[in-house]
């Protein structure tokens, strides 16, 4: 093995302990940071990803409410529900889990969300602001991928990168925010014909598919930087990630492991949204 691997459960745990400190400087001021986030129906990897979240936000002082609700919730009703946290003032981040039950409209949940208190960064406001390159909340998974290359410090600017991918929550923002630092970007996705192409090309290949191990060395270019964003629950129980990673880590130069990889920096960054949510800086 010859790549370097970077932790994300570290660096997670050090952005942690910097935003703890911030968090006590914005209590002195009389502001309390508050994450609620709702969870429907009983999705066992949303409740433990929600508990994830419940952890990290313990960790660093900011307060955090789970609303759950029975599967058979109807829009109105979670409508409703936002309604109201929008117009609280001791709510400063709302975060609804996806994904929703199919009777439920997803676009409509995500715009009903403040864009002030959207710390997920989905609202199209803020995907907007975030495509011109304006001040906003930055996706999660986007922002810790973009944070882990730079605690790295791996050229980001006139690097070729490679997504797989095309999700509104992962691929196509991760793909902006890297044009934004100066990329140069391809995408590709279950329609790309000779996949191979492309991904041998990459600098930096991001792997964002939903598929155990798919990815192995000979998708890479030699010392290519790999971000493994999946994460797939194996029968055994065990979680593993789209990038097969003891055959890629022999040719990459950099690479993220599943576990303890690009998941635990999704939370991180979404603590760092919700205290900017709280400074009430968007
Ligand atoms: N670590 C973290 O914090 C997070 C991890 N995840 C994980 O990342 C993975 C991706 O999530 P998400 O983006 O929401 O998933 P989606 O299912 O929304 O998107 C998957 C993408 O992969 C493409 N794809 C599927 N099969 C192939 C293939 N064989 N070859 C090339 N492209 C393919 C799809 O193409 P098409 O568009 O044509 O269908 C689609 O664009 C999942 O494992 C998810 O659990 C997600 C969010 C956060
Ligand atoms: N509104 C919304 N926002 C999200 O950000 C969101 C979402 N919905 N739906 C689902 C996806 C997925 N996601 C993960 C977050 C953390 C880990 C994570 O911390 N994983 C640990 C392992 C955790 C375990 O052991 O189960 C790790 O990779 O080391 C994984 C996945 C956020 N998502």
Do not use: W
Request: charged share 20%.
């Amino acid at each position: 093995m010859s790549a370097q691997i970077i932790n994300g459960k570290d660096l997670a745990q050090e952005l942690r302990l910097e935003m703890k400190e911030e968090v006590v400087k914005l209590k002195d001021t009389g502001v309390n940071p508050n994450l609620t986030v709702i969870l429907v129906g009983d999705n066992p990897a949303s409740r433990s990803y929600v508990k994830g979240k419940e952890k990290a936000s313990a960790q660093v002082g900011i307060q955090s409410e789970v609303i759950e609700l029975s599967s058979s919730v109807t829009e109105e009703k979670l409508l409703e529900i936002i309604h109201k946290l929008n117009e609280d003032p001791s709510v400063h981040g709302i975060l609804v889990q996806l994904p929703l039950p199919d009777h439920i409209h997803e676009q409509h949940i995500i715009e009903a969300i403040s864009p002030t208190k959207d710390v997920d960064g989905f609202h199209p406001i803020n995907i907007g602001r975030m495509m011109t390159g304006q001040d906003t909340f930055l996706p999660c998974t986007p922002f810790g991928i973009i944070t882990m290359l730079k605690s790295k410090s791996i050229p980001i600017a006139g690097k070729h990168v490679v997504i797989i991918g095309r999700s509104n929550i992962v691929g196509k923002p991760v793909g902006q925010l890297l044009l934004n630092e100066n990329a140069t970007v391809t995408h590709c996705h279950s329609r790309t014909s000779n996949l191979k192409e492309y991904t041998t090309k990459a600098d930096i290949l991001i792997v964002a598919i939903g598929k155990p191990n798919i990815i192995d060395k000979e998708y890479l270019k030699a010392n290519a930087v790999v971000i493994d964003v999946g994460i797939n629950r194996l029968d055994n129980g065990s979680l593993t990630g789209d990038v097969d990673f003891d055959s890629a880590a022999s040719k990459a130069s950099y690479i993220t492991p599943v576990p303890k990889g690009v998941g635990p920096m999704t939370i991180a960054m979404l603590l760092h949204n919700t205290i900017k949510a709280a400074k009430g800086l968007t």
